[in-house]
T-cell receptor
Framework: GEDVEQSLFLSVREGDSSVINCTYTDSSSTYLYWYKQEPGAGLQLLTYIFSNMDMKQDQRLTVLLNKKDKHLSLRIADTQTGDSAIYFCALRSGYALNFGKGTSLLVTP | EPEVTQTPSHQVTQMGQEVILRCVPISNHLYFYWYRQILGQKVEFLVSFYNNEISEKSEIFDDQFSVERPDGSNFTLKIRSTKLEDSAMYFC??????????????FGEGSRLTVL
């Protein structure tokens, strides 16, 4: 299956921007997703991007897709302490989603 | 807001025992999934289920695993004879449209399985 890689940890100060990166190997996926997992909770879809787009903005969230480099990123503007969570990059693969290991985002006051 | 619910939240079992994890998907959803996450590892796809049959399964989903929709509301994952390496958080998910369109999956909070 596809290989989806993410860095494991990111720490930012409240009010700064966070950028979470994801690289993947197979470029056939039509949709690419960012899911968020808060402590003790299930995964929640944050946003997604269609593979023919380069960028998608949704309030504080900006998704960038570089198909040539097979690189997906999630930028969170004005990061808040409530944004502390694990963020998963995921790609569609048949009937399934192929997830990365997740990036733990810690937002410090 | 409708949500996917899973029971139990945590189950401890002895190796070789059978375990059934239960899920109640969102009521108008037609596609159901099980994923698992071993501690420190990625979330892995196990199986998808639609129209009362398995639509896709991963290589993890071997003969020890089975899924069932015994009634109109529950969706279960059975592990026949648990192994130590089955210890993981098991997530149930459901979807209205499968992975067509945006393919949003709604996940439950997970059932943590500990095999001793």
């Amino acid at each position: 299956g596809e290989d989806v890689e993410q860095s494991l940890f990111l720490s930012v100060r409240e009010g700064d921007s966070s950028v979470i990166n994801c690289t993947y190997t197979d470029s056939s996926s039509t949709y690419l997703y960012w899911y968020k997992q808060e402590p003790g909770a299930g995964l929640q879809l944050l946003t997604y991007i269609f593979s023919n787009m380069d960028m998608k903005q949704d309030q504080r969230l900006t998704v960038l897709l570089n198909k040539k480099d097979k690189h997906l990123s999630l930028r969170i503007a004005d990061t808040q302490t409530g944004d502390s969570a694990i963020y998963f990059c995921a790609l569609r693969s048949g009937y399934a989603l192929n997830f990365g290991k997740g990036t733990s985002l810690l937002v410090t006051p | 807001e409708p949500e996917v619910t899973q029971t139990p939240s945590h189950q401890v079992t002895q190796m070789g025992q059978e375990v059934i994890l239960r899920c109640v998907p969102i009521s108008n959803h037609l596609y159901f999934y099980w994923y698992r996450q071993i501690l420190g590892q990625k979330v892995e796809f196990l199986v998808s289920f639609y129209n009362n049959e398995i639509s896709e399964k991963s290589e993890i989903f071997d003969d020890q695993f089975s899924v069932e929709r015994p009634d109109g509301s529950n969706f279960t994952l059975k592990i026949r004879s648990t192994k130590l390496e089955d210890s993981a958080m098991y997530f149930c998910a459901s979807s209205e449209f499968g992975l067509r369109n945006t393919g949003e999956l709604f996940f439950g909070e997970g059932s943590r399985l500990t095999v001793l």
